[in-house]
């Protein structure tokens, strides 16, 4: 039975987040079209499936974001799990080296759990004193999901704004249509 490390599955999830990224962008893509279609044309349903197209994706931003904050600690100690089992491999085994914790150590720029000593090698040459690597992970995940947070907010504030301008573009199009 061969045996999977962190390390094996890391472009698997690397590459999955790529492809839900480019497919969110194709979806968008296709939402401002109708957007921009409905407004030319000056088209109710257009504008209408626009709108609604609007609502279900602001509706997943908010789901996601509440499943995020939810699962922020979860996150957290599956990172902290990772950086631990390659910490472990490396002391079964120094010799082969590990590139998952060299990883670590140099995004996180820390060293090591309790005391440096024993994974010295695997430390960036630039950090200047010990950081418990544990800490490092828990504290910048936190900020980077707060900061990940924070632009979410901004995305479902123009979301709203855009839901709110087809729907007055549309009110305005039926009130015009019935003047003529």
């Not at 079209?33 to 197209?53: D, K, N, P, W």
């Not at 699962?71 to 590139?99: C, F, P």
């Not at 695997?122 to 990940?148: F, H, M, R, W, Y």
Request: proline share 2%.
């Amino acid at each position: 039975m061969k045996d999977f490390s962190s390390e094996d599955k890391s472009p698997e999830y690397f590459y999955m987040g790529l492809y839900v990224l480019v497919g969110a962008g194709a979806l968008m893509m296709a939402v401002g079209f109708f957007g921009c279609c409905g407004a030319m044309r000056e088209s109710q349903c257009v504008l209408g499936s626009f709108f609604t197209c609007l609502l279900v994706i602001f509706a997943a931003e908010v789901t996601t974001g509440v499943f995020a904050f939810i699962g922020k600690d979860v996150a957290i100690r599956h990172v902290q799990t990772m950086y631990e089992e390659a910490y472990n491999d490396y002391l079964r085994d120094r010799e082969r080296g590990n590139g998952t914790l060299i990883t670590f150590h140099s995004t996180f720029q820390c060293c090591g759990k309790e005391s440096s000593e024993q994974v010295q090698p695997t430390c960036p040459k630039e950090l200047l004193g010990p950081k418990n690597c544990i800490d490092e992970i828990e504290a910048i995940i936190s900020v980077k999901l707060q900061l990940i947070g924070i632009v979410g907010i901004g995305i479902a504030g123009l979301t709203i704004f855009g839901m709110i301008f087809s729907m007055v573009l549309c009110c305005a199009i039926r009130t015009s249509r019935d003047m003529i």
